[in-house]
Antibody, heavy 118, light 112 residues
Framework: QVYLQESGPGLVKPSETLSLTCTVS????????WTWIRQSPGKALEWIGY???????NYSPSLQSRVTISVDMSKSQFSLRLASVTAADTAIYYC????????????WGQGTTVTVSS | QSVLTQPPSVSGAPGQRVTISCTGS?????????VHWYQQVPGTAPKLLIF???NRPSGVPDRFSGSTSGTSASLAITGLQAEDEAEYFC????????????FGGGTKVTVL
């Protein structure tokens, strides 16, 4: 059974960079698409981006200028960095896995709440 | 405003059948891209319920079924149970957004 666990600061100041890590356990980080998704309070899910195990990435057009997703195969982790955050970036951030680009997200982390506030 | 449109809420009595629509366009569902459905119980992460329009992952009861026609998809729940009370999201892909992955706005299912 594969498990995903998000970690990182729960509070980030405006204009700073949000950094989160997702640790993959119980399975290999190879051969999948590793994804970040967020959910603002009371709102729908929003795709942030993904990284393929080989390192290729694809980001949401609306966030592309501020997002970086990276992978550390040796630690079975992948990470999210979102620069120049504002209150609008306050959300629950989830990491998730897809078997291929067009596959559904079959494994999710429990989510971590990030609040942007001074 | 989500690219995929879902009704905000649907409700039904235990044992009844409810359906949730997911309306897209020719640049997403109508273009033939797969539709997936997720169930989110309050306070928990979403769970994959249906993938590739009609397929259920192992462990998902067969009272959940998906279908797609034209530019719309539907999720049906037959024999509604109290534990089905949750938020449901559809998801597909949109070529007008550089091949981006899009979600519906979500539908809250209430079991009366």
């Amino acid at each position: 059974q594969v498990y995903l666990q998000e970690s990182g600061p729960g509070l980030v100041k405006p204009s700073e960079t949000l950094s989160l890590t997702c640790t993959v356990s119980g399975g290999s980080i190879s051969s999948y698409y590793w994804t970040w998704i967020r959910q603002s309070p009371g709102k729908a899910l929003e795709w942030i981006g993904y990284i393929q195990y080989r390192g290729s990435t694809n980001y949401s057009p609306s966030l592309q200028s501020r997002v970086t997703i990276s992978v550390d195969m040796s630690k079975s982790q992948f990470s999210l960095r979102l620069a120049s955050v504002t209150a609008a970036d306050t959300a629950i951030y989830y990491c998730a896995r897809a078997g291929d680009f067009y596959y559904g997200l079959d494994v999710w982390g429990q989510g971590t709440t990030v609040t942007v506030s001074s | 405003q989500s690219v995929l449109t879902q009704p905000p809420s649907v409700s039904g009595a235990p044992g009844q059948r409810v359906t949730i629509s997911c309306t897209g366009s020719s640049s997403n569902i109508g273009a033939g891209y797969d539709v997936h459905w997720y169930q989110q119980v309050p306070g928990t992460a979403p769970k994959l319920l249906i993938f590739g329009h009609t397929n259920r992952p192992s462990g998902v009861p067969d009272r959940f079924s998906g279908s797609t026609s034209g530019t719309s998809a539907s999720l049906a729940i037959t024999g509604l149970q109290a534990e089905d009370e949750a938020e449901y999201f559809c998801q597909s892909y949109d070529i007008s957004l550089s091949g981006w992955k899009v979600f519906g706005g979500g539908t809250k299912v209430t079991v009366l």
